[in-house]
T-cell receptor
Framework: DAGVTQSPTHLIKTRGQQVTLRCSPK?????VSWYQQALGQGPQFIFQ???????QRGNFPDRFSGHQFPNYSSELNVNALLLGDSALYLC??????????FGEGSWLTVV | QQQVKQSPQSLIVQKGGISIINCAYE??????FPWYQQFPGKGPALLIA?????SEKKEGRFTISFNKSAKQFSLHIMDSQPGDSATYFCAASINPGSARQLTFGSGTQLTVLP
């Protein structure tokens, strides 16, 4: 049973560019959340998707947007990248508000 | 009110010793308290979790102690091993419907010396 899978694992972008990160939830899970983890800090909640709609959102600007597809997979898009967006982006999946599982993350470096 | 405060920031323990990490919260609406273990370059992995209707939960060498009146909870790692060296995060969440959003502590870097 595959867990939460994310791609790409590492990427480097230039300030001002846009990036798309992808996530496939654990089998049977219908809820996908995205978290940002800066170096040396705990993950911070960005937003959550359920039934293809954004259900909750953390304290992140509109430059951060997402999408959930009918197969429950999800994308995180970040526009107008800033140096401060450099972080590990984690996807988490769950079903019915139960145990939350995280993927390995996508390391984004903005130069 | 959404914060979860975690201490210590770093912890060094001898092999076979007990590692204790503490967390405190303010929001009494939190109803789920998981602990995650994270190795360098990896995503967080769920270790153990507790709900506020119990005071203690044990799984193998890992135990969560929960003090609802003090709004504190802690992770105890018994017989600590070098393989336990990792960063540990406590978290808390509310479950409005099915939308569980985790609020994490700042993490504790545990080093277990051989």
């Amino acid at each position: 049973d595959a867990g939460v899978t994310q791609s790409p694992t590492h990427l480097i972008k230039t300030r001002g560019q846009q990036v798309t990160l992808r996530c496939s939830p654990k089998s049977g899970h219908d809820t996908v959340s995205w978290y940002q983890q800066a170096l040396g800090q705990g993950p911070q909640f960005i937003f959550q998707y359920y039934e293809e709609e954004e259900r909750q959102r953390g304290n992140f600007p509109d430059r951060f947007s997402g999408h959930q597809f009918p197969n429950y997979s999800s994308e995180l898009n970040v526009n107008a990248l800033l140096l401060g967006d450099s972080a590990l982006y984690l996807c988490a999946s769950s079903r019915g508000g139960n145990t939350i599982y995280f993927g390995e993350g996508s390391w984004l470096t903005v130069v | 009110q959404q914060q979860v405060k975690q201490s210590p920031q770093s912890l060094i323990v001898q092999k076979g010793g007990i590692s204790i990490i503490n967390c405190a919260y303010e929001n009494t609406a939190f109803d789920y308290f998981p602990w995650y273990q994270q190795f360098p370059g990896k995503g967080p992995a769920l270790l153990i979790a507790i709900r506020p209707d119990v005071s203690e939960k044990k799984e193998g060498r890992f135990t969560i102690s929960f003090n609802k009146s003090a709004k504190q909870f802690s992770l105890h790692i018994m017989d600590s091993q070098p393989g336990d060296s990792a960063t540990y995060f406590c978290a808390a969440s509310i479950n409005p419907g099915s939308a569980r959003q985790l609020t994490f502590g700042s993490g504790t870097q545990l080093t277990v010396l051989p």
